[in-house]
């Protein structure tokens, strides 16, 4: 079977610091994966790239087996089609109401009419748990759980093929994170999609994932199932999971 | 000091000249790339016409009071000015004459462009930093919206469209201004001036002052947005983008107020 989305020695550099050094990583189709990671080890520049928000420098990136890593503009719209991505703040436009904003991606990308769009936009809101009510109020009036669950149903509103999640429960607090992170597993198991997810929060990885790989250096130095990732037998990936300042991994504090 | 510290010091002093062209011929470039780009998506379906429509009221018509106010001043003190100037000749009944020529070709797009550049530019660029900063703009991507598009195109056509408009208040208002200081201060007969002022300006000197406007119109939205696109970081980087805009447009329009000049006048 193909993979949903492959990585292929990607590398990506920002100046002098090469971020991204050779990742290969494979996604199976109607799976989950989670990129775990410290900050600044290049996660979102990860998605970013898979977006096409950045370009790699080398390496390839198939999604559905196609090289689309330099796909740009009009060419890339039909790809971008497949994707549905929840920022880490949400990234809710605060000049729109809510309902406008779940239904964005319908009444902009796809021409759709702004009367069915908003009905469609509705029944999302309500699949995470948001009255009709919301749907009027502007961003900027909702709580940072809200608005990530907004941003959730902007992400699934045009029935994406791949979902992206950006931190999804970073600045909430822990009973509202699991809550997200158990509408993130009903959603995607709801639309039928593949997700790519990249977190910090180990509970939060180790709840939405199958599979989980663990990001260091520019590179992918342990893959495996999620019930593996405590039996790794990696000392990096032990360091991280368990939280430990003392390990294989030294934190840049001196610099 | 040795002679190889100070030789050390020269080569430092070359450096910085030579990256400051270098930062400086990239920005050039980055911004001959911006506009193509947005001259590309303009002519490039979809037509987002209800963003025009907002745009052209917050661009256009919210400014309409400031540059009204400015421009009555301006036509006030320049009537005052020109017959205080002109007494020394005993020439002061030239002033509806130079009046009606300094607003249309000069003062009129001018002041207004300055006005709507300290207004809308930083308006546009600390709007479109914030949504840069907060990654609204890598959510338009990701809706399969192009944000130039998006963004950039509606307020570069609603700013081109509004500016001539604009200036054309503008310069009505300036006018009254001046005509309303020449009757209750300085003696002139209302009538006479209209006539005088009616019957000086040619329709040359109010369009090379509204092709001006059109052109500042255009400075103005695409300073906002290209500074805006390119902020960097959190609310610093959008006070300086803000900063940057408005800055730049206003350098730019009064350069570009003289190039044109010589432009429409030359022949």
Same mark, same amino acid.
């Given at each position: ?18 971020v ?43 999604v ?40 964005? %991606?319908?009444?902009?990308?796809? #021409?759709? &009419? !702004? *009367?069915? /769009?908003? +009905?469609i936009? @509705?029944?999302?809101?309500s699949?995470?748990?948001l ?13 940072? %759980?809200?608005?990530?669950?907004? #941003?959730? &149903? !902007? *992400?699934? /509103?045009? +029935?994406?093929? @791949?979902i992206?999640?950006d931190?999804p ?23 039928? &999609?593949? *997700? ?48 430990r ?11 | ?63 309409l ?25 005993g020439a ?54 192009n ?24 310069d ?54 290209y ?41």
């Amino acid at each position: 079977m193909t993979a949903k989305i492959q990585l292929i020695g990607v590398k990506k550099r920002f100046g002098a610091k090469q971020v991204l050094d050779g990742v290969d990583l494979e996604i199976a189709p109607g799976t989950s994966l989670v990129i775990i990671g410290g900050s600044g080890t290049g996660k979102s520049v990860t998605i970013k790239s898979i977006l096409g928000i950045l370009a790699p420098d080398e390496g390839r990136i198939l999604v559905d087996g196609e090289d689309v890593t330099h796909l740009r503009g009009r060419t890339r719209e039909p790809l971008m089609r497949k994707f549905g991505m929840l920022f880490q703040g949400g990234a809710l436009f605060d000049s729109l109401p809510v309902w406008e904003n779940v239904a964005f %991606g319908l009444i902009q990308g796809r #021409g759709m &009419a !702004r *009367a069915t /769009a908003k +009905d469609i936009a @509705i029944s999302k809101l309500s699949k995470v748990g948001l009255s009709e009510y919301v749907a009027y109020l502007s961003p900027a009036e909702l709580s940072g %759980g809200m608005q990530k669950r907004v #941003g959730l &149903a !902007r *992400a699934i /509103a045009a +029935d994406p093929e @791949i979902i992206f999640f950006d931190e999804p429960t970073t600045g909430l607090d822990p009973i509202m994170a699991d809550v997200i992170n158990d509408l993130i597993v009903a959603t995607v198991k709801d639309v039928g &999609a593949t *997700a790519l997810s990249i977190t910090h929060d180990m509970a939060s990885a180790r709840k939405i994932s199958d599979n989980i790989a663990m990001l260091y250096g520019g590179r992918i130095i342990w893959q495996g199932p999620t019930d593996q990732i405590d039996h790794s037998g990696n000392p990096y990936v032990d360091q991280f999971i368990h939280g430990r300042a003392e390990g294989p991994i030294k934190m840049a504090v001196r610099k | 000091m040795s002679r190889s510290d100070h030789l050390k010091d020269r080569m430092n002093i070359f450096a910085h000249i030579g990256r400051a062209v270098m930062d400086l011929l990239a920005e050039i470039g980055r911004l001959a790339s911006f506009t193509g780009r947005s001259l590309a998506a303009i002519v490039s379906p979809p037509v987002y016409g209800r963003l025009i429509g907002q745009q052209f009221v917050h661009i256009g018509f919210l400014s309409l009071p400031v540059v009204g106010l400015t421009a009555l001043s301006t036509g006030a003190v320049l009537a005052l000015q020109i017959y205080l100037g002109g007494n020394r000749y005993g020439a002061e009944a030239i002033v509806p004459q130079i009046v009606v020529l300094a607003i249309t070709r000069e003062l009129g797009p001018v002041i207004a462009g300055l006005m709507v550049a300290g207004r809308v530019a930083a308006a546009i660029a600390a709007e479109i930093g914030t949504m840069k900063v907060t990654e609204q703009i890598d959510a338009l991507t990701t809706l399969s919206t192009n944000p130039i598009k998006y963004l950039v195109v509606p307020r570069l056509v609603a700013a081109v469209l509004s500016m001539p408009i604009l200036t054309a208040v503008g310069d009505s208002i300036g006018i009254f201004g001046g005509y309303t200081v020449a009757v209750q201060n300085l003696g002139f007969t209302g009538s006479v001036y209209l006539k005088n002022t009616v019957d000086f300006a040619t329709s040359a000197d109010i369009m090379s002052g509204l092709i001006k406007a059109a052109v500042f119109g255009f400075i103005i939205a695409l300073m906002g947005c290209y500074h805006g696109f390119n902020s960097k970081g959190g609310a610093q980087g959008v006070g300086a983008a803000t900063t940057n805009a408005v800055v730049s447009s206003c350098i730019l329009i009064l350069a570009s107020d003289f190039i044109l000049t010589a432009i429409l006048f030359s022949a």
